[in-house]
Each structure stands twice: as structure tokens, then as C-alpha cells.
């Protein structure tokens, strides 16, 4: 069973910056993609970032290129997304998701991903 617990959200202003975390735990664990996804009260969940395990390529949603980094700490069985910049339209629930399958350009659909955290909030004030 792999888990994933997301950390790292608050309240915070325009323009501030925060590190989401996410920690994977499972007996066995290898999942060659992980990503970051959000979901604004009443909106659909949208994908904001992905990073292959192995290899550490990555892919951003248009909305968060040049703000947000995605990283991943393989000693650590953690992902990271630095938040920079933040704006009031980021204000969602961040969620932490892993595919047992490298997804490439893919990597933006949730429908391929196979475990999900609980989620983080993480709200924007102006």
C-alpha cells in the first residue's frame, strides 16, 4: 500500500512564496512519475506539476510555469513544490499524486495516476 502525505500549506499574502511536501511510505515503493495537483472550491482538479522519479525530468501547467518548481528527493521519498509569487487564484487544496507508470507528456492527466494524497490548503490572501 504506498501512502502520501502532503505538507507545507497555509494562509499566506500575495506574493508570498511556500514549500509543499509530499512523503511516500508504502512497503514497496517505485513510481516512475509523481505529481502536484490542485483543486479550488467548486472548480475541477487541475494538474500543476509532474517529475519523473528517475531522471528528474519535469512538465508545469502554462498557469504556474516560472513560478512554481516541482523536485524530488529520492533519498528522502519525498516531492517538493516551491511555490513563489503566490497569487489569490492559487488558492486550492494541493494534492500529492504517483503513477506506477512514467507518463511523459501525459503527466498533466489525473485520470493515469493511481495513488492520491489528502491534500493541502493552501490559501492566498490580497
Known amino acids: 500500500q504506498v501512502q502520501l502525505t502532503e505538507s507545507g500549506g497555509g494562509s499566506v499574502q500575495a506574493g508570498d512564496s511556500l514549500r509543499l511536501s509530499c512523503a511516500v511510505s508504502?512497503?514497496?515503493?517505485?513510481?516512475?512519475?509523481m505529481g502536484w495537483f490542485r483543486q479550488a472550491a467548486g472548480k475541477e482538479r487541475d494538474f500543476v506539476a509532474a517529475?519523473?522519479?528517475?531522471?528528474?525530468?519535469?512538465y508545469y501547467a502554462d498557469s504556474v510555469k516560472g513560478r512554481f518548481t516541482i523536485s524530488r528527493d529520492t533519498a528522502k521519498n519525498t516531492v517538493y513544490l516551491q511555490v513563489n509569487s503566490l497569487k489569490p487564484d492559487d488558492t486550492a487544496v494541493y494534492y500529492c499524486?504517483?503513477?506506477?507508470?512514467?507518463?511523459?507528456?501525459?503527466?498533466?492527466?489525473?485520470?493515469?495516476?493511481?495513488?492520491w494524497g489528502q491534500g493541502t490548503q493552501v490559501t492566498v490572501s490580497s
Open positions: 499524486a504517483a503513477s506506477k507508470y512514467y507518463l511523459g507528456d501525459d503527466s498533466g492527466m489525473k485520470n493515469l495516476y493511481d495513488y
Open positions: 508504502g512497503r514497496t515503493f517505485y513510481s516512475p512519475t
Open positions: 517529475i519523473r522519479w528517475s531522471g528528474g525530468n519535469t
